[in-house]
């Protein structure tokens, strides 16, 4: 096992530490994050191998696989820090622990193309990508080696740096190193139909993201619609076609990733919002911006948090948007935020 503390438990040494900490100046909630991060043209490489020996004081730590899940996705990637790694370039080489979190706090698909039901973090982690933590046996580790492996977070959290330079050599670290770590796709793992719904899935995404912003973490995949076409309307061949992310509005937001107009009236409507009754954006002056190459080349995007933060809803790994328009999550509708499959 990794470790045995719960977020509870490790909440309440937090408590017990800070009074013995003179160090500590402040009045933060426990675990949580406050200190600025860089811009995304401000990470070097030595700032990078920094913050995975920091992620690694996380991951090697004495909390069992759910508690350390909940300490990197809302603890650690907060929002800010999400948004300014997830833009870096793809020639960027990550540090491997850095890769995954990143990976993991997305949902654009992995290398195989799409994330399976069912994969926890920990398979994610070990059995895909061969990321070892440090062990803790439960017959022979005492609390005093919990306590002095939950350290690492706990001055990291002192001072309120997610970059903290005083973090020691970590175990395994070396293993991090870019180019260090093989492994073995797995892509029997994926079937073909779930990678066609990966693609399509992100194109919903990036259709938001350009258009209406989207949330930078969700919960759960995103669902494609779509809806059978009445049969009083004129023949499908002689409809305006649009796909992309100045398709009408409403289709945007319902991921519909085809926006169907029949050519039977001076007024244009879609064939999705007469199925749904409800008044249609669709605007035939908008200009398709799928010709810009950052559309389908985006550096990295949507962030998937599998866990509880609160009241922010959301995801977002290696595809990615371009980040240009965000909303924050209160402003979502409730049919939006239905439109997301946890992986866990």
Partial sequence: MVGTWTEKHTQKYFRAAVKKRVDFIGTRKHLEFTDQVPPTHEW???LLE???????????GPFDWET????LMKYIMTDDLLNSLKNLSKDVALPHLVRLVLDWACWDPPEEGAWPPGLSMRR?????????????KSDTSTDVDMEQAANALLDMWIANDRLY??????????????????????????????????AEALEAYLNQEWRCGAPLQMKAWIKVRSYKRPENLPPAENDTVIRGPYMCLQCVK?????????????????????????????QTELVDPR????????????????????????????????????????????????VKHTRS
Wanted: glycine share 4%; net charge neutral.
């Fill in 44 to 46: 070097t490489a030595e």
């Fill in 50 to 60: 920094q913050f995975n020996r920091n992620l690694r004081g996380v991951y090697n």
């Fill in 68 to 71: 350390t899940e909940v300490l």
């Fill in 124 to 136: 994610y982690f070990m059995k895909w990508r061969h990321c070892e933590p440090l062990n803790f």
């Fill in 165 to 198: 330079a005083d973090t020691p050599v970590q175990y395994r670290e070396a293993e991090d190193v870019p180019g260090v770590t093989q492994y073995k796709l797995r892509m029997q793992d994926v079937t073909d139909e779930q990678r066609r719904e990966a």
């Fill in 254 to 282: 319902a991921c519909i990733l085809e926006c169907r107009v029949p050519n039977d009236t001076e007024l244009p409507k879609c064939v999705s919002c007469r199925v749904r009754k409800i008044k249609c954006a669709y």
């Fill in 291 to 338: 010709a810009d190459p950052a559309f389908f080349n985006p550096p990295r995007a949507l962030s998937k948090a599998l866990v509880s933060q609160g009241s922010s809803t959301g995801p977002s790994s290696s595809a990615g948007a371009s980040g240009s328009a965000k909303r924050t999550a209160d402003t979502l509708s409730e049919e939006e935020r239905e």
